[in-house]
């Protein structure tokens, strides 16, 4: 099982599928909310309700998503199939998820629930099977590291895109009427993330050699307990969903942060994509950082600077679109180590749980982790329109100074609170390269 190095043609064409997956991620992150209440015009706890259902139910397909694809095998791979016949119907979806349905009441509710379920389940059809491919083409931890930051490249790059782009767009296109703008930000958005997902399914293989794919077992119940076994997989999962959880609160917030604190609305691109920005730019800092020290020590002084950061955003009375800016750039910098940190070490977790129980999982264990992510997510979003209800939010209104207040709390000191626990938690973390490693020699043996 020697390690096999990747081909840039590879490495890049993989990096660049997230960029789609990316792009309908945080077009739902940044901007489904406030498309359902300064849009549509719905209470922002019924905005939650439809969001966090939404959600809840992308959770729940997750896994058997996951136990199904890791036992597909076609002419075109395990799971490239996936990725093959479900762009389209996942373009449509989020083409749908962006229009203002010409109802009122309950039928407007039903129908903007029903279309969430559709573009949430062709997001798993896909993002699962995307994510599952890097355990698929290589089995070496540091390979998994290089692989890895060129997909969060390209996870930032779609990030920003969306970021920087949207409300141009949404300005441009809809001339005052931002119900046609957001139409014409998903159709844009979706013919570009089909383009390049044609890409990487035309420079990214799967390997001919079995890469442990043949070892996958067990019934999903085995596979359930196999995974409820492994240690380094729950100190992963807990720290990264519990950072992913609260930082909701900032991330989801900002938007309405930023037209209702500082009036700053003509301003929201430059804001997103200045924190996106920066965040891309330190991906191979912390790479680098990464294959120096350790994914463990690397997570540790992220998730110090990304605390600090936080608590400067509560504590400084911020008045001028610069100093959002370079608070908003600061906290960017010191969470960009996480996505490349989680999407390297939950690779590595599967031949530490096929050690230690006998059963693989790859893509089952990706699903069980994004099951738990999104449905955590779902339950944060749907109190975060709770509490934009309690602390007397009203879309397009003059909102008080108490509302103000109480809105940057929320978005700034739960996120710090989440931040500090994943520190403690990746401080027992046990795997590093050398011990991968040995249960790769292990397996072997075997």
Known sequence: MSAQKLTLKTRIGYGIGDISI?????????????????????????????????????????????????????????????????????AISFFLLFWVPPYEGTTLFVILLLINLFHRTCF???????????????????????????????????????????????????????AKGFIYLALIAGVVAM??????LYTVREPSTSQGIDRVSGSLIDTTKSIGKNKPFWLVFSATLIVGVTTIFFG????????????????????????????FASIPIWWWISNRIGKRKTWLVSSTITFFCLLLFFIYPIQTLLELLIIVALIGAGSGAGGILFWSMLPDTIEYGEVKTGIRSESSLYGFMTFAQKGSIAIAIGILGFTLNFIGFEPNEVQSEQTISSMKSIMSLIPALGVAISF???????????????????LKNK
């Open 22 to 90: 990316c792009l309908y991620w945080s077009g739902v992150g940044l901007y489904l909310l406030y498309f359902y209440t300064d849009v549509v015009g719905i209470s922002p706890a019924l905005a939650g309700v439809i969001y966090g259902i939404g959600m809840m139910w992308d959770a729940l397909t997750d896994p058997f998503m996951g136990y199904l694809a890791e036992r597909t095998r076609t002419k075109w791979g395990v799971y490239r199939p996936y990725i093959l016949f479900g762009n389209l119907p996942l």
């Open 124 to 178: 798993t059809i896909v993002s699962v099977p995307f994510s599952s491919l890097t355990p698929r083409i290589t089995a070496d931890s540091e390979e998994r590291t290089n692989l890895t930051g060129f997909r969060m490249l390209g996870a930032q790059t779609g990030t920003n895109l969306m970021a920087l782009c949207a409300f141009p767009i949404i300005f441009m296109f809809g001339d005052g009427d931002e």
């Open 195 to 200: 383009m390049i997902h044609a890409i990487t």
């Open 252 to 279: 989801n917030n900002l938007v309405y942060f930023t037209k209702y604190a500082l009036d700053l609305h003509q301003y929201q691109g430059t804001i997103l994509f200045t924190s996106g920005i920066i965040s």
């Open 424 to 442: 403690v938690i990746i401080y027992f973390y046990p795997i590093d390269s050398e011990k991968h490693k040995e249960l790769l020699e292990q």
